[in-house]
């Protein structure tokens, strides 16, 4: 590879998004690899997630095109050729389809090589495009994007299965995590605290929507006060943004388990202020149908504080498949009795989780260089590598 182009994502307050890239280029500079971060623009500097659930669809969009704008003004001018690769953070990318309408008209010699992480899209049953009815054309969107790029980057070895049940005929890679930052994340508290001086509190961090069954959480936190009334353990939900959600039906119940007393949210906070947070909670709490390994698990293991998730897609692979870490999905009895066992102590291989995913970006790049025979996906017993902990 003699350069690398990297297609980001739009910064977000509210999402990770706003640290993604300096995760990138840290690993980028340490690893001596030639980049140009390609630009885009944003339509303001609110930095917030307006219309939409995941990335505002407006800023999304608008931030895509200008990207490809870019992309091809350098490609018209002979800075790209087939040494090169572009990489995109995100499958959906609008205005990607400029990209093979051109390769296919231009000497060999100056076609880059192609590679895409996919998130979830439509090969993922529980995924926003599915909320908002978007699936019969995003399905077309990604056959064409398979059929010119040079590989696509899955998180998990239950992702490859989605799209290989989708007929996606394309190079496709487990990278096994997401990227991530350790040494960024615990830079941004000022010491890691000490487990026996947190405050006896459960974080839920993933947004408040559908697909990441809050209506769950709050069935545990009500089945946990029944068990222990005179319980003085902190449930909360953390939000990016002001809490909102998909169905209604969750912001009347929140609102009531508030009332009550039993449930307290903290909104529209600044990264700096939610890891504060984490790091002095003592387990943060998922039960996601999909968050495909989830950045939540990797800053919470990085800043101290326990992690419970359901043994369901990813997450047996992100958690090495340790059942005292995950409970089984849809228990509330079993999640109970492990959040009263995390909720005691730190566990002993907490970090670990953390210094897999801090690893991604290192496997990412592989890859783009051509070392990633390990990684791909290609052969018909590709699910012989479900069951091994990768760490």
């Not at 980028?28 to 944003?42: A, H, K, L, N, S």
Request: aromatic content about 12%; charged content about 25%.
């Amino acid at each position: 590879m003699r350069k690398l182009y990297y297609m980001g994502l739009e910064p977000y307050k509210a999402r990770y998004t706003l640290q993604l890239q300096e995760w990138n280029t840290a690993v980028f500079d340490q690893r001596g690899i030639d980049y140009v971060v390609v630009p885009g623009e944003t339509l303001g500097t609110d930095q917030a997630i307006v219309t939409g659930q995941v990335l505002d669809a407006h800023g999304r969009t608008y931030f895509g095109m200008s990207q490809l704008m870019n992309l091809v003004k350098m490609m018209k001018v002979g800075e790209l050729n087939s040494e090169d690769v572009i990489y995109f953070e995100d499958m959906f990318q609008p205005g990607i389809e400029s990209l093979p309408y051109i390769l296919n008209q231009i000497d060999p010699i100056h076609r880059p090589r192609i590679f895409v992480r996919c998130l979830a899209q439509s090969i993922d049953p529980d995924d926003f495009v599915h909320v908002w009815g978007m699936s019969k054309w995003m399905s077309a969107y990604e056959r064409m994007v398979d059929s010119f790029v040079d590989g696509v980057l899955a998180t998990n070895e239950e992702m490859v299965m989605h799209m290989k049940i989708a007929g996606w005929a394309s190079p496709i890679y487990n990278i096994s995590g997401l990227a991530f930052g350790k040494t960024e994340v615990q830079g941004r508290v000022a010491s890691i605290k000490p487990f026996a001086d947190r405050k006896y509190r459960v974080v839920f961090s993933a947004r408040w929507d559908q697909e990441k069954q809050p209506d769950f959480y709050m069935d545990l936190i009500e089945a946990y006060h029944a068990r222990y009334p005179f319980n003085s353990i902190e449930f909360c939900v953390c939000s990016g943004g002001w809490l909102k959600s998909n169905s209604e039906s969750y912001m009347q119940r929140t609102r009531d388990l508030v009332a009550q007393g039993k449930l307290k949210i903290y909104e529209n906070l600044e990264k700096n202020t939610y890891y504060n947070i984490v790091n002095d909670s003592r387990v943060v709490f998922n039960c996601a149908l999909q968050d495909w390994v989830s950045n939540t698990v990797s800053e919470a293991d990085s800043l101290g504080c326990n992690v419970l998730y359901p043994a369901y897609r990813s997450f047996p692979e992100t958690f090495a498949n340790d059942h005292t870490r995950l409970y089984v999905p849809w228990s509330i009895e079993d999640a109970v009795k492990k959040l009263d066992t995390l909720l005691a102590e730190p566990h002993p291989d907490m970090g670990a989780i953390s210094d897999r995913n801090n690893g991604t970006i290192d496997r990412i790049i592989d890859i783009l260089q051509g070392h990633g025979e390990s990684m791909l996906r290609m052969s018909t017993d590709y699910r012989k590598h479900t069951a091994p902990a990768k760490y």
